[in-house]
């Protein structure tokens, strides 16, 4: 059995982990795994390589990905589908474990329905694929960010200011929400929570007046503005760039720059924003991204095993399921607004 493994996407602290889990696995059933450069890349292009044992070593710890990633829609161009099945057949690769989100995984189900043998393990930052309660990389963002909004107390306190943290999150507000909490954020402001900028400055105020002169205010880079039109035509993203990836998904970030100065007209205090971008998906995973990362890959291994193709391995509490692929593509888990009400307790 040859096993052909592939990374798609955004890079997530705990690929490497799941890439270890799924050899080591492998290993245990005698079947031969291949790295795929580059996301689905390297399929088309035929970048792909043998993994051995020397080749997952001392990876664990190591974020990114040792296969590289990209953002890669193989089915956009009929002659990049031709060449990806072509260097299916001639790697003699049986079978495909995609490691990705919403668009990876999207791909790995048309070519499951295309007749390709393929599992799946769900992987991003933002936790918003469905059929899953958690994906990896997610912890780790989440404790950047919460670091990150630890460090800003302290000289937004010192020197009496608000300062507005943009985190990542293109269409849910998981990160903001997560750290938001954790981290004692005023006001915390997500995609699914269109928001008012005079409600916002209105809890700052109320702070001040109260006698904190310091507010932290948490804004995902996908969060819509409910009354204004400060940003694009529909007047609900600031977007950083106009261009769109292969999955047709534009290019956010900025609108943390946006809320500071409008809440520092509004109220008269001194008002910073800080985006954390890409920090957030950089450096090592968590204890907990190791461990989810490596039950996965196991996981999937056994999927394979088993011949249940079609399917993502997933998080169901505490236990390791396997969902059909379909569920986790069809649409987006958005944050549970019970969880969001709960952070709003702490607003103001
Ligand atoms: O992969 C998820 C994500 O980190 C989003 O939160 C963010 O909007 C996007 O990727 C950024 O993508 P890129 O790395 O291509 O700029």
């Known amino acids: ?11 997530c602290p705990g690929l490497n982990a799941v890439i270890r889990a799924v ?25 792909i390589e043998i993994l051995d044992l020397n080749s997952i070593s001392g990876i664990l710890h190591r974020g990114g990905t040792i296969l590289g990633t990209s953002r890669t829609n193989p089915l ?27 668009d990876t995984l999207g791909v790995a189900q048309k070519l499951h329905e295309k007749g390709v043998k393929i599992v ?12 899953t309660d958690f994906t990896f990389g997610f912890d780790t963002a989440v404790n950047i960010a919460m670091e990150a909004i630890d460090r800003l107390h302290t000289t937004a306190e010192s020197h009496n200011r608000v300062i507005v943290v943009e985190v990542m999150g293109r269409h849910a507000g998981w990160i903001a929400v997560y750290a938001g909490l954790a981290g004692g954020a005023d006001v915390i402001l997500i ?48 977007l950083s760039s106009l261009s769109k990836d292969e999955f047709g998904h534009v290019r956010l970030g900025g609108i943390g720059n946006v809320i500071a100065q409008e809440i520092e007209k509004r109220t008269g205090f001194e008002t910073r924003a ?48 396997d969902v059909p692929l379909i569920e986790a593509v069809g649409e ?17």
């Not at 956009?76 to 990705?100: H, M, P, T, Y």
């Not at 888990?333 to 702490?346: C, G, H, I, S, T």
């Open 191 to 238: 995609p699914e929570k269109p928001f008012d900028l005079d409600e916002v400055s209105g809890y700052i105020k109320a702070r001040h007046i109260r006698g904190k002169n310091f507010s932290i205010v948490v804004v995902s880079e996908g969060a819509k503005l409910k009354t204004e039109n400060l940003a694009d035509k529909d007047g609900s993203l600031v």
């Open 274 to 321: 800080v985006i954390l971008g890409h920090i957030q998906r950089g450096g090592s995973p968590t204890a907990y991204d190791r461990v989810l990362g490596t039950r996965f890959g196991v996981a999937a291994v056994d999927l394979i095993r088993d011949s249940k193709f079609g399917r993502m391995v997933a998080l169901h509490g505490n236990e390791i399921v």
């Open 76 to 102: 956009k161009r009929e002659e990049d589908e031709r060449l990806l099945f072509e260097n299916l057949k001639k790697f003699n690769l049986d079978v495909i474990c995609a490691i990705g989100g919403e």
């Open 120 to 131: 799946g393990i769900p992987k991003t930052i933002d936790n918003d694929l469905n059929a």
């Open 332 to 348: 987006l888990k958005l944050v549970d607004l019970k969880l969001y009400e709960v952070a709003e307790v702490f607003f103001g």
């Open 1 to 11: 059995m040859n096993i052909g493994i592939i990374t798609g996407g955004g890079d």
């Open 23 to 47: 050899v080591r696995r492998a290993l245990n059933y005698n079947y031969n795994c291949f790295g795929i450069r580059n996301g689905w890349k390297g399929l088309v292009d035929g970048s």
